[in-house]
């Protein structure tokens, strides 16, 4: 298994990518801590994936959540190697001046803020194992290559971008990686809202237009991408922005 002896923090893990992240890594033999703000849902998938996996219920926006998440984790198997940051959410796809301030506000804090916050959390405990460890960030097509009415979102996007090349530079002598996963739209529980209009198939072929492999992500392929970064294989790739996007951005 490729994860064998590997323990994993994964957030946003109630449903859709997250929660097919959280399977494969499970497959592959990871422990996990999954945390997610659906507490309901977070806990069922921790039960059905059994004994090795923990369920925290955490906002990713909160400091104190978020260092229950890793406090939990060593707490439960005593180490961590792996930090995969899922959790996000969106502004629905409207013109940018009708984004009211705490959608705003709202979306910076779950995209962006959380990584300042699980980086303060969990670096310290990974420099101070002296192994090194990998960190995967989700980032977005959206922040490599842009559509209107999304557009604060793109920029939070843009941001887990930036921030994930740089934390690779500045962790890269601890052996840290980090790494960021860039899917484009997916069939997930923000579909309407990234849409902007209601999901029929009318409106799907909208966006599947742009996208050359004709089809948007799947939680699958957003999975394997993480899993290849979170496993040793992939030991030398660091900094990298990884688009999982049928083609979106090379067209």
Known sequence: MRLAGKIAIITGAAGGFGEGIARLFAAEGARLVLADINRAGVERLAAELGNTVTAVHADVSSERDVQTIVDTT???FGALDI???NAGTTHRNR???????ASFDRVFAVNVKSLYWMARACVPVLVAQGRGGAIV???STAGLRPRPGLVWYNASKAAVNVMSMTMASELAPHKIRVNSVCPVIGATGLLEEFLG???TPENRQKFLASIPLGRMSTPADVANACLWLAEDVSSFITG???PVDGGRTAS
Do not use: H, S
């Open 95 to 101: 013109p940018m001046l009708e984004v009211d301030e």
């Open 197 to 199: 209009l209601p999901d």
């Open 74 to 76: 060593l707490a439960r």
């Open 240 to 242: 990298i922005l990884l």
């Open 83 to 85: 930090v995969v940051n």
């Open 137 to 139: 960030n989700i980032g």
